[in-house]
């Protein structure tokens, strides 16, 4: 008994309390302390596989964890159950869920908004169209921020909206961007539909766009989300170099053609830096 006072003693000056202060902290249950424990290896998990570019098994989050196998399942099965961890197709291997997705999306959405909003109005006072920055959730693209254009004819998509990747210039550019090996996942996971003339619906087409666009560094959608609207993305990466967002620009012809939306470029390029350094590391 009196080793667990002297432990406990010990454990509160630690933390900082004054002495007088610490004897009145009643000491944390097994209970809670077996929870937090658990909370901390859920997250240490979720943090191995947020990093990885390719799904994990339990083996492999065994050899970069230092956590029994039993252990590493059993997190795996609650987390699955709960939305943080998806399954692929494959039934072993893990990949993040919509629930973890949804909390980087807000993460991201709500950092230094205001530096990056002005970096956005910036780009839409030398562009004249209104200018967006795009994350990837999945299989689609999503609309962290934009800055509206002051045209009255101009396309509306809330913060929040999602995109397909396969025709839209900042869902393009995601894809041209992976490494094949995932690249050629999330194509297997997307349905081509042609939501317009011009949209590429096989594969082998969607995959030379992609080898130009890696090529260029910059991704167009010549009307192949919606008729009569023209865009153009560059990567944003953060200071690992990893392409983390997309900022894009996007108009209605004839108004904002190609030849115009490629005069961008330069400017987009110089927008997607100063977006980079507003990332947290």
């Known amino acids: 008994m009196a080793q667990r006072r002297a432990a406990r003693k010990a454990d509160e000056l630690q933390a900082g309390l004054p ?15 077996d929870n ?3 909370m901390l290896r ?11 570019e390719v799904a994990l098994s339990v083996p492999d989050l065994c050899a970069r964890l230092p ?18 961890l998806v399954r692929e197709p494959d039934g072993r291997r893990f990949a993040i869920g919509p629930r973890f997705l949804r909390m980087g999306f807000d993460m991201l959405r709500n950092t230094v908004s205001s530096e990056r909003r002005s970096i956005l109005e910036a780009l839409v006072e030398v562009a004249g169209e209104t200018c967006n920055f795009v994350t990837r959730a999945g299989s689609e693209a999503i609309y962290l921020d934009r800055v509206e254009a002051s045209w009255p004819l101009r396309m509306h998509l809330d913060v929040g909206s999602r995109v397909p990747m396969h025709c839209t210039a900042s869902g393009k550019l995601f894809l041209a961007t992976m ?11 997307l349905h081509l539909k042609a939501h317009t003339p011009n949209t590429l619906t096989s594969v082998a087409a969607l995959e030379s ?10 991704s167009m959608d010549e009307q192949e989300f919606l008729e009569g609207l023209v865009a153009i993305a560059v990567p944003v990466k953060d200071a690992k170099g990893g392409v983390v967002a997309a900022v894009a620009c996007h108009g ?4 904002f053609t190609l030849d115009k939306a490629l005069t961008l470029v330069p400017h987009l390029k110089d927008a997607a830096r100063k977006l980079g350094r507003t990332l947290p590391e």
């Open 36 to 38: 937090a424990s658990a």
């Open 209 to 218: 766009e992609l080898e130009r666009i890696a090529a260029d560094g910059y």
């Open 42 to 52: 859920a997250l240490d998990l979720l943090s191995e596989v947020a990093r990885s």
């Open 67 to 84: 956590l029994p196998k039993p252990t590493v399942h059993r997190l795996c099965q609650k987390l699955e159950a709960e939305n943080y």
């Open 252 to 255: 209605p012809l004839p108004r």
């Open 179 to 189: 490494r094949p090996s995932q690249r050629r996942r999330i194509i297997e996971t």
């Open 19 to 33: 002495e007088a202060e610490a004897a009145e902290v009643p000491a944390p249950r097994i209970e809670e302390r």
